[in-house]
């Protein structure tokens, strides 16, 4: 349990100063507990420079300056969109409290954004034919760009929503992937699986245990850069009660001729003409949100596609719903590709440094 936010309920005004002081970073709020870390209230500098304001002393008690009403999240019972609006109204560290009210962990949403109740599998096992020679000895996944590794930009906006158990699935040079996630990356211990023969996009799925347990499972190809908003995603996912959510992009095709329309009842006449025409269609991401009844349709060392299993819960009468993606989405699958994925990347460091 994170304490270094919980003061004692006996303690003065000025000690909760001192402490508040030795907090690092941005998070300067304490939660105010008493003998048992059942707690009473939150205490910020703000709320102690009124409490002065209003005749305090720094020797009397830290409680008397606390705000009571405070905003806390049960144990266990993850409210994703509640999460979201206590984000929007700035609220940086929310304390979590068990069903007595004691302290069991504090949420510090300026590292984790939310708390997705979702396992994640990556999907790595590919050879990256297009990309050689560059990946003749390297997987992939594990190609840099701006210095880190592809797959590890996905494994870090994961972390920060929450998802911790996250497992990728490899086949292609994966002794080089399993050897990369020996040391947790973004505080996060992978787990690799390995396809011992080819089980297509989605079928290593049931080398995991993605499929047991509660929650749904978030299913991505590795070699993404994308800044899709998971939290969006999941709970548009959840509002629909879909039984799988595809995350898609807009793709918009360009006809360079004149397209004859041609009349339904008289195939041979033409009902209109039209010059050049352009048409915009939504294309799949590589990301999905699938529920555990979907995942189970799955046959364990069976190849299939998730195009394929998707059709299958399409047949089966099973809701299955789109979600457009708002920000960057670069599949680098090409040369090209990957040098835009490394423009981009470097442009946004650059903008970081700005900010720093």
């Known amino acids: 349990m994170n304490t270094k936010h919980l003061i004692s309920s006996r303690a ?4 909760a100063l001192e402490r508040l002081n030795s907090l690092p970073g941005k998070s300067m709020t ?3 507990g008493d003998d048992d870390s059942h707690i009473l209230g939150t205490l910020t500098d703000g709320d102690i420079r009124r409490a002065l304001l209003c005749g305090l ?6 409680l008397l300056a606390a705000h009571t009403d405070f905003q806390w999240i049960e ?12 984000r929007q109204r700035n609220i940086t560290l929310i304390p979590v409290l068990d069903s007595k009210g004691k302290l069991t962990d504090v949420l510090d949403m300026s590292s984790c954004r939310t708390i997705l109740p979702l396992n994640a599998v990556l999907m790595a096992g590919g050879r990256g034919e297009r990309l050689r020679p560059a990946t003749l000895t390297t997987p992939k996944p594990l190609l840099t760009i701006e210095g880190k590794a592809i797959i590890d930009y996905n494994i870090e906006l994961l972390a920060s929503c929450g998802i911790k158990d996250i497992t990728v699935a490899t086949g292609y040079l994966a002794e080089q992937i399993y050897d990369h996630f020996r040391y947790p990356v973004a505080g996060v211990a992978v787990k690799c699986v390995k396809e011992e023969i080819p089980l297509g996009t989605i079928g290593a799925v049931t080398l995991t245990d993605a499929a047991q347990g509660a929650g749904d499972t978030l299913v991505m190809n590795s070699d993404l850069i994308t800044t899709v908003s998971f939290e969006e995603m999941y709970l548009h ?5 879909a039984a799988v959510t595809i995350a898609v992009v807009p793709y918009q095709v360009s006809v360079p001729y004149a397209i004859l329309a041609l009349d339904d009842e008289n195939p041979d006449r033409v009902a209109g003409i039209e010059e050049k025409p352009s048409y915009s269609y939504y294309a ?8 555990k009844e979907v995942l189970r ?3 364990p060392q069976r190849r299939c596609d998730a195009t394929d299993l998707i059709s299958k819960a399409i047949a089966d009468g099973m809701n299955v719903s789109y979600y457009p ?14 040098r835009q994925a490394s423009e981009l990347m470097r442009h946004h460091n650059a903008l970081k440094t700005v900010d720093c």
């Open 284 to 291: 799949n991401a590589g990301i999905y949100i699938f529920s």
């Open 12 to 15: 003065t005004i000025k000690e």
């Open 297 to 299: 349709m799955l046959e």
């Open 325 to 338: 993606i708002k920000g960057t989405w670069i599949d680098v699958g090409s040369p090209v590709d990957f």
């Open 237 to 241: 996912h959840r509002h629909n009660n």
């Open 30 to 32: 304490l939660f105010v």
């Open 75 to 86: 144990e266990g019972c993850v409210d994703v969109e509640r999460l979201r609006n206590l």
């Open 57 to 62: 002393t720094l020797e009397d008690n830290a």
